[in-house]
């Protein structure tokens, strides 16, 4: 896909079909089975490995798919379109704890962590977020000290995706108090060393099947090696993380998007009101349009980010459009799904209400629509 062309080649098709006849066979018999009691697909993760789809944006030789963003959007999209549960624990696998280390750690590093956690042998966390610090993501608490060739961290995170699974936890803790911003550091944590505590699981209100919990670190001690990128340059480069990050955000808000506008395209052609089906009647006909036009532009918006990204090109700005946009159209069109359904839509026995659920988070995680105002307007600003 270039700039301009936006049709998929033969072989992107090929994985996009590919992915979605697995989640409608594998996931979609499932999902309400796992979204009610809060249940994490544990047995998905060597489903997805043999997929590659755990280490989907990463070369083959840290055992990973080699494909690149546009292929990486679509993925995601297809497995939000039947579970967002899942496309979120693939998203924050691959996009956050891999990448992170991927993007900033050394040979060894890669070839020690990337590689089993984009095999699929392995999961992966990413500890940004703070009980005090979401959107001030540079107001850390949490405490690295080092001393005698390794680093001693203290704090805890909350709201971690895989907090209770992960076998590797990307933790960014405070190494100069001084330096605000610029005194974080990034640290590659195997989840079973003493010190590394998994806390209280959320209940939440969507995303019931993807594990979201609380981490504490007691005089956790983690070897000097284990620090990725430079010393008090994680901050900055885990706000380069999430600008990619955002990319597989906005993608898994089409997915959302599309899935709740295909359950109420299905029930318009079938719901028979007034002797016609109700896709009949030009009230539902504007809300199927507009659902269509809003979906397309995000799509649009989030493919342009893809190939920026594919190209090397720095993507703040349009990565957070499509964020912000995707995110936003998801909650709008799935909760015009519901409408379109009636009261069916409130039940559970049609998937319009829990994709309205689960399409909520996508304007909060990964840095909030006010916050992707504020990233945007920086740019814009900036440009000027």
Not at 146 to 163: D, E, L, M, P, V
Not at 280 to 297: G, V, Y
């Amino acid at each position: 896909m270039s700039m301009m062309n936006f049709d998929l080649t033969e072989e992107q098709l090929q994985i996009k079909f590919s992915v979605r006849e697995f989640a409608e066979s594998e996931i979609a018999p499932n999902v309400m089975k796992w979204d009610e009691p809060q249940e994490f697909p544990q047995e998905l993760q060597p489903k997805l490995a043999d997929l590659g789809l755990m280490g989907i944006i990463f070369p083959e030789e840290f055992g990973g798919s080699g494909l690149g963003y546009v292929e990486y959007a679509t993925i995601i999209e297809e497995l939000a379109r039947v579970d967002p549960s899942v496309a979120l624990g693939v998203a924050a696998h691959n996009s956050l704890c891999t990448n992170h280390i991927y993007q900033f750690g050394t040979q060894a590093q890669r070839e020690q962590f990337v590689t089993p956690l984009a095999r699929g042998e392995k999961l992966g966390a990413w500890g940004l977020t703070e009980p005090g610090s979401g959107s001030d993501a540079a107001g850390l608490r949490t405490t690295a000290l080092r001393q005698n060739g390794h680093f001693i961290i203290n704090g805890s995170k909350n709201f971690i995706t895989h907090a209770s699974y992960a076998d590797t936890c990307l933790v960014l803790a405070v190494t100069d108090k001084t330096k605000g911003s610029h005194g974080v550091s990034a640290f590659a944590v195997p989840t079973d060393t003493p010190g590394f505590i998994r806390g209280k699981k959320e209940n939440k209100l969507g995303m019931r099947a993807s594990d979201t919990a609380s981490l504490t670190f007691e005089d956790m001690h983690i070897p000097a090696e284990n620090l990725i990128g430079n010393l008090n340059d994680g901050f900055v480069d885990s706000l380069k993380i999430l600008d990619g990050g955002r990319i597989s955000i906005a993608a898994l808000s089409i997915g959302i998007a599309q899935g709740a506008y295909e359950s109420a395209v299905r029930y318009a052609k079938e719901r028979h009101s007034f002797g016609r089906p109700i896709a009949e009647f030009q009230a539902i006909q504007w809300k199927l349009s507009d659902m269509a036009t809003q979906i397309d532009a995000a799509r649009l918006l989030t493919m342009r980010a893809a190939v920026m990204k594919n190209a090397g090109r720095r993507m703040t700005k349009e990565s957070a459009m499509a964020k912000l946009y995707a995110s936003e159209i998801a909650v709008k069109v799935a909760e015009e799904a519901i409408q379109i359904h009636g009261g069916y839509g409130y039940t559970k026995d049609y998937p319009a209400e829990k994709f309205w659920r689960d399409s909520k988070l996508c304007t909060i995680g990964e840095g909030t629509s006010e916050i992707q105002r504020l990233v945007i307007a920086r740019e814009i600003l900036r440009a000027q």
